[in-house]
């Protein structure tokens, strides 16, 4: 499985354990060239947490749940 593919899996099941107090957007990048390129995402899955609308944490590759799960956490 590709990388980006197998990242959704993580993302649903973070979302699940997280709740409402989270969003999460998945972005084709193929699809959206200007949001990939505002952001400059330069190679996929790029992961991007932000808070209040500020970026916070960003990395390329795929993470664990429980990796993300801290991540956030740490952030409230």
Not at 25 to 51: C, E, G, H, W
Not at 58 to 76: D, H, P, T, Y
């Amino acid at each position: 499985m590709r990388p980006c593919k197998a990242v959704g899996p993580i993302l649903e099941d973070l979302k699940t354990d997280l709740g409402e107090g989270v969003r999460i957007y998945k972005i084709d990048v193929d699809q959206n060239p200007s949001l990939a390129s505002q952001y400059n995402v330069r190679s996929v899955p790029t992961l991007m947490i932000f808070k209040n609308g500020k970026l916070q944490w960003r990395e390329s590759g795929v993470r664990s749940k429980s990796e993300l799960k801290k991540v956030i956490q740490s952030m409230n």
